[in-house]
């Protein structure tokens, strides 16, 4: 079974729209205390089991796309879909958005933008 957060990372901070909205602002879980903004919080959500007689396996994860206005956020969501999506990478052979959602976080004052992925592995 593979556990691709480390893919995740190379693959968002190796992709110019990402990496010129974030730099290398892309961290596992949560966000550090008081952040540069926009910046990119990823986390596993589930790692689920194989189903029918496929060898795909699927896990997904969950993105928060942080910045200080609303078009902000969107934008940084629509660059980290859109790198994901282009090409496969380290850990993954295809990936899809499952869901997506806006918010506001009270922690970081600021706009977050969840966007829901899942991952299919072989």
Wanted: glycine share 10%.
């Amino acid at each position: 079974m593979s556990n691709i957060g480390a893919g995740i990372y190379t693959k968002l901070t190796g992709n110019g729209t990402v990496a010129g909205l974030v730099s290398a602002r892309v961290y596992p879980l949560i966000l550090p205390q008081k952040p540069t903004l926009p910046a990119v919080a990823y986390q596993q959500v589930s790692d689920g089991a194989n189903e029918g007689t496929t060898s795909l396996h699927g896990q997904w994860y969950q993105f928060g796309c942080f910045a200080l206005t609303y078009a902000g956020a969107q934008a940084l969501a629509n660059a980290v879909e859109a790198a994901l999506e282009e090409e496969p990478g380290v850990g993954w052979k295809s990936c899809y958005r499952i869901g997506r959602n806006d918010d506001y976080d009270v922690a970081t004052d600021s706009i977050r933008v969840t966007v829901d992925v899942r991952f299919s592995i072989c």
